[in-house]
């Protein structure tokens, strides 16, 4: 049974981690775009409109899609 539950808590944390690095998750990925922004622009305060503003253009795949909180 203890082997079990290790091989399950492996599994579990590479699930994780393949999920991460495919970008499964919409509110990672634009967390880690509104910290780039940060890094970018050496921000310590930042607005969702400075944060449209240093986003790229519109027809750009890259652009995120902010919703409202």
Do not use: N, Q
Request: charged fraction near 25%.
């Amino acid at each position: 049974m203890r082997d079990a539950i290790a091989l399950a808590d492996y599994f579990t944390s590479h699930s994780l981690a393949a999920f991460d690095a495919m970008g499964a998750d919409r509110t990672t990925e634009r967390a880690r775009t509104v910290l780039e922004a940060l890094r970018t622009h050496k921000w310590s305060e930042v607005s969702k409109r400075d944060l449209m503003a240093s986003s790229p253009a519109p027809s750009s795949p890259l652009r995120p899609t902010w919703t409202r909180c």
